[in-house]
Each structure stands twice: as C-alpha cells, then as structure tokens.
C-alpha cells in the first residue's frame, strides 16, 4: 500500500481586524441580551412556582429545598453573564493582524509513504473577515 486516506485536525485561525472586533461584540451583545432574557423568565417562574407551592401547604424544609435548588440554577446564569463579559474585555484586547484560534474541523488527507507525519497532521485556515486567505500544510 502506497498511500492511504486519514482524517485530520485542522485548525481554524482569524486574522483580527476592527470589522471582526465589531461582529464579535455584537454576537456578544446578542448572547447577554438572551441570557438575560432567559434569566427573567426562570426569575418569574421561580417566583410563581415557590407561591404556589406554598399556597398549597409546603413544609418550610421543601420550600427550602426547592429554593436551594432555583438558586443553584440562578448561580449558572451569572456565570454565563460573566464569561461573556470577560469575553468582551477580551475583545478589546486584540490587536489587528494578530491571529487567534477560533475553532477546528476534520478533513481527508492522502497520507503517502514517505511523507513527514508534521505534514500529515498540521494544517490550517487562516481567515480575515469572513474570507480564507491562506491554507497552511
């Protein structure tokens, strides 16, 4: 067998420009206004269902329980908020031309006797605003 096909990594790179800064920002600003909406939402519903559950005669040790578990699930929405926070000082860090990692994807690759396996297994997409402007092997 001479040659036979592989699947590799291949790592997915941005060039930063000011552009891209902006539409991160922006999926950011996205993501916090839905956090935040979802957050509304389960703070609405924990407040009705903890209502109705005392109305309906629960112990305080249930309703203690069950206002244990809502703030365990409260907790996860601030988290959230603050990743994307600091997600967005991130942002403002970059410097354009600067490439940063933004992800991976698998791809063939005919693997021949002979080749050097760095070869085989290092590859990427460089990309500036949308657009690929270079493939590296």
């Known amino acids: 067998m001479e040659s036979i096909k592989i699947f590799r990594e291949i790592t997915l790179k941005q060039i930063v420009t000011e552009e891209s800064k902006e539409r991160t920002r922006k999926q950011l600003r996205e993501q916090m206004v839905a956090l935040n909406d ?65 992800g991976s994807v ?8 002979g080749d050097k396996l760095e070869t085989a297994t290092k590859a990427e997409i460089v990309f500036k605003d949308g657009i690929v402007v270079e493939i590296r092997q």
């Open 38 to 102: 979802e957050k509304t939402e389960f703070e609405e519903n924990k407040n009705k269902m903890l209502t109705e559950f005392s109305l309906k005669g629960a112990e305080a040790t249930q309703l203690n329980q069950i206002r244990q578990q809502f703030d365990s699930q409260g907790t996860k929405f601030h988290v959230g908020m603050d990743e994307i926070r600091m997600n967005m000082v991130s942002i403002d860090e970059l410097k354009s031309g600067e490439e940063i990692v933004i």
């Open 106 to 113: 698998e791809g063939p690759y005919e693997l021949k006797v």
